[in-house]
């Protein structure tokens, strides 16, 4: 073990947010000395201008559809305002626990917490605040932020999440530049909120990284909700005066509005940090690592964000995981990037785990691979919430489940099953033979292997 008296540690971890705080909490754990250098708060994008603000603003959304749609359950309710201060109060709150509580847990692990801004100096030191802090180990983790594009500059009325988190007043009009998970979340809330949004996204698809039959009923379910879209045309610029935002896309289509949000995808945050100066190679700023997430230079490995793949909160906490135990020798199994759950939080809630269709079939072949819709309709539960949407597996022929992917109102909260369906490579008949609580959403997954292993219980076919 290192000394600690100085700054001498067994590991530093530079950047305390998912991928960084989870590696220096299991490297506590496991007995090792251990030094967080964080720069803003620990917690990171995810808890303070992430995943969880964003859901918070989500279950308020979701609340203010609830008023208005009370009558079709016979509870006359309706939506007075929406007080953007009392939402932020609320989201403020849920925030300060977790921070509080993810505070006492690092103290708790007695990990030494450095306030400043870090950077890469050695092979085995971090220099913050002036002072050298020397590890055996390095992990860093500084994770990411807003990219925009050539040209488009952020400020005023064009705005990325960071901004648009703190928004005090709900727009009449919002424009998102990109259809992928961060945009279609705003897109849902502030139309719940009462907006007018239109979403501008290059590629043919709004979370066009999700199976194809996702994207299109996703579309669907926004239209029929007036959340607008343009497809398949690339933004050309943006001007702004004191009225809104005037966006013209490639087509010389125009479209106006109160502001622009920018989700454009998330950048890694590694220039100016000392990275390449000691030797890490950079593609396009992200590092590069093996399989076992180590750089390649002296004991220095990389978590998060910052490593190219999913940008996932529950991907860096893994992987910081996993950089502990394999700095201890536990020799931890390598994560598989198609196993990590992957969720769309608007309304509706979009959930997947393993390879698309269209991927699956680049892997085993066109007729090597089983596929089988299971609609909601036939879904107890769905139907007392009035959701509409479907399971969908995708089987290797005669072979395990490699794919799940759902849509619909919380289904969010059903892909822990698809994980362990998809990880534990089940075939249908092996979950089909494991009993699902009824009425429950969960059911739909049960039903959905029962018809996969042909047996269908509620299904047509
Ligand atoms: C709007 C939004 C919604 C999201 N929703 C979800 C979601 O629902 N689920 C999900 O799984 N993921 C979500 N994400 C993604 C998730 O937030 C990230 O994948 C996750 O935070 C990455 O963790 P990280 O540790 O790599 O980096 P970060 O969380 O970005 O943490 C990096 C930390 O390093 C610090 N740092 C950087 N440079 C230095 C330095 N030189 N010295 C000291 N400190 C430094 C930063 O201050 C920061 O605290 C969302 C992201 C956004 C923006």
Redesign the pocket.
């Given at each position: 073990m290192a000394d600690t008296n100085g700054t001498a540690f067994d590991i530093v971890v530079?950047?305390?947010?998912?991928?960084?705080?989870a590696a220096a909490l299991r490297a506590a754990q496991l007995g090792k000395t251990v030094a967080l250098?964080?720069?803003?708060?620990?917690?990171?994008?995810?808890?303070?201008?992430?995943?969880v603000?964003?859901?918070a603003l989500l279950h308020a959304a979701e609340l203010a559809d609830n008023a208005r749609d009370g009558a079709h359950f016979g509870v006359h309710t309706s939506l007075d305002h929406i007080d953007m201060n009392g939402v932020n109060e609320y989201k403020a709150t849920v925030i300060g626990r977790l921070y509080k509580g993810l505070q006492g847990l690092i103290k708790s692990r007695k990990i030494t917490v450095f306030e400043?801004?870090?950077?890469l100096v050695a092979k085995d030191t971090v220099e913050?605040n002036g002072e050298r802090v020397t590890g055996e180990y390095i992990v860093l983790?500084?994770?990411?932020?807003?990219r925009s594009l050539p040209g488009l500059e952020i400020g005023g009325r064009v705005i990325t999440?960071?901004q648009a988190?703190q928004l005090d007043w709900v727009p009449k009009s919002v424009i998102v530049l990109g259809g992928g998970?961060?945009g279609s979340?705003?897109a849902s809330v502030w139309k719940s909120f009462g907006a007018d949004v239109t979403i501008i996204e290059a590629l043919p698809h709004l979370i066009a990284n999700e199976d194809e039959s996702l994207s299109k009923a996703f579309e669907r379910q926004f239209r029929k909700r007036g959340i607008n879209f343009n497809l398949g045309v690339r933004f050309a610029g943006v001007t702004q005066d004191d009225n809104g935002v005037h966006v013209s896309l490639e087509d010389g289509k125009t479209f106006d509005a109160d502001l622009l949000l920018v989700a454009v995808g998330?950048g890694p945050?590694t220039s100016?940090?000392g990275y390449e100066e000691q030797g890490i190679t950079l593609d396009r700023g992200f590092v590069i690592t093996d399989e076992r997430l180590h750089t390649g230079v002296g004991n220095i490995y990389a978590?998060?964000?910052?490593v190219p793949g999913l940008?996932?909160?529950?991907?860096?906490f893994a992987q910081?995981i996993f950089v502990a135990e394999e700095i201890a020798g536990l020799k931890p199994a390598g994560i598989v990037e198609s196993g990590i759950p992957r969720?769309t939080?608007s309304d509706p809630e979009v959930a997947s785990v393993g390879l698309t269709e269209a991927r699956a079939k680049e892997v085993h072949g066109a007729d090597g691979v089983e596929t089988l819709e299971y609609n909601l309709g036939g879904n107890g539960k769905s139907q007392i919430l009035g959701t509409q949407g479907f399971v969908k597996l995708v089987r290797q022929k005669d072979g395990p489940v490699i794919g799940v992917h759902m849509i619909g109102a919380r289904v969010g909260e059903l892909i822990g099953e698809g994980q362990l369906i998809v990880n534990w490579e089940a075939y249908p008949e092996d979950v089909a033979s494991l009993v699902h609580a009824h009425p429950t959403q969960n059911e739909a997954l049960g039903e959905a292997h029962l018809a996969l292993a042909g047996k269908p219980l509620h299904a047509h076919n």
């Open positions: 530079l950047g305390g947010g998912s991928g960084g705080y250098i964080e720069a803003d708060k620990v917690g990171g994008t995810c808890l303070h201008v992430g995943c603000p964003t859901k400043g801004y870090g950077k913050v983790g500084t994770g990411s932020y807003a999440s960071d988190l998970v961060i979340e705003f998330r945050r100016g940090v978590v998060g964000d910052i940008q996932l909160a529950h991907r860096g910081g969720v939080y």
